[in-house]
């Protein structure tokens, strides 16, 4: 990640601190006589599960306004001038329009919808979590996200992404080729401030490194040399690398039984936090290209926070599979995953 980076997520930090947009909404929606249910006002009772968000993004496309959709809504291969392919850019904190989804710009029944399509691509059991993230991270959803719909209803290519602090999330019903999530994927938490402590106490995502930890416990003196790698990449360099690259870390194919088991393990629970149709999708891609066996598993020594052995930053990577956990200095995971290593994105390399 870039300086430049770094400084912004410092800076959100700061923007959302003791005193943030979560005390000003609570105290306006008494001022103003908001009804909430669950932390949400009335506009975001939005079902707890969505079986097709794709249909809703549909339904919101329909329901905007001209004016609106000039300003959210693009052709499926828009080039920004900046920020290039438009639709595949991922990033640690950013806004891919202007217009945040709690702001008069959405009426309430198009802030509904859209909570409905953000629920769809969760996981039903994840939604508390996300919630939870969403409000350390920039109190609450809908505070500091973003959204944008790319290509038309009437054809087959649609998708709606959303984005934000520690947050880039798709909805593409599979008219991505070859890419599962629909193209680049970011996840990430800062529970308890910018610096957490070595276990990351209330990270919705810490759980995820817990586990793959338990690989690294399980190998022996010689595994441990091939897993545990000294420089640690940029953690936005997701790019696919193909299956001729040298990629750090020790090689699937080394771990014993018990070993691959745990590690399939580990990959269940990265991808759990998705609703199914994406997770048999990132499924299917790795399978495309060779399954975890064609895989590396990667711990760096560099940013253990408290020395304590437990590594908080490692990445799982293949062919055309790229899953980089950063946990120093708080959680930023880095997903790009596609069936061919050729899938080009807006990824950095």
């Excluded at 001022?31 to 669950?38: E, H, L």
């Excluded at 291969?77 to 850019?89: S, W």
């Excluded at 991505?176 to 800062?190: N, W």
């Excluded at 990270?203 to 399980?218: H, L, S, T």
Aim: aromatic share 10%; hydrophobic share 35%.
């Amino acid at each position: 990640m870039t300086d430049q980076q770094e400084h912004r997520d410092r800076d959100n930090d700061t923007r959302h601190g003791d005193w943030n947009r979560r005390e000003f909404l609570k105290t306006a929606s008494v001022a103003g006589g908001v009804a909430a249910i669950g932390g949400f006002p009335n506009w975001a009772r939005a079902k707890d599960t969505a079986s097709d968000p794709e249909s809703t993004v549909k339904k919101l496309y329909k329901a905007l306004t001209d004016e609106q959709r000039e300003k959210i809504c693009f052709d499926w291969d828009h080039i920004d001038p900046e920020r290039g392919l438009l639709r595949t850019r991922v990033s640690n904190n950013w806004n891919i329009t202007n217009q945040e989804v709690n702001t008069k710009f959405f009426t309430d029944e198009q802030r509904t919808l859209i909570r409905e399509i953000f629920q769809g691509v969760y996981n039903p059991r994840w939604h508390a979590r996300i919630d939870q993230q969403l409000e350390d991270d920039t109190g609450g959803w809908g505070e500091g996200q973003s959204i944008a719909i790319f290509g038309r209803p009437d054809s087959d290519q649609l998708e709606f992404v959303m984005t934000g602090r520690h947050l880039t999330v798709r909805c593409d019903g599979n008219s991505t080729d070859h890419m599962a999530f629909g193209g680049p994927i970011f996840y990430g938490h800062a529970a308890e401030g910018f610096n957490e402590a070595p276990d990351h106490p209330g990270n919705v995502f810490w759980p995820q490194a817990v586990e793959a930890n338990k690989i690294y416990q399980m190998l022996d003196g010689k595994q441990r040399k091939l897993a545990l790698v000294k420089k640690l990449p940029h953690e936005d360099q997701v790019a696919f690398r193909g299956p001729s690259a040298d990629i750090a870390g020790i090689p699937i194919t080394e771990l014993s039984s018990d070993q691959k088991q745990h590690a399939q393990h580990v990959l269940r629970m990265l991808i759990e936090p998705y609703r199914k149709s994406d997770r048999d999708e990132a499924l299917e891609c790795l399978k495309a290209q060779g399954g975890l066996d064609a895989c590396h598993l990667a711990f760096y020594s560099k940013g253990d926070i408290g020395g304590d052995g437990v590594w908080d930053n490692w990445r799982l990577e293949g062919p055309s599979f790229v899953w980089h956990f950063r946990g120093a200095p708080h959680v930023h995971v880095w997903v790009n995953v596609a069936d061919d290593p050729s899938v080009k994105t807006n990824a950095k390399g």
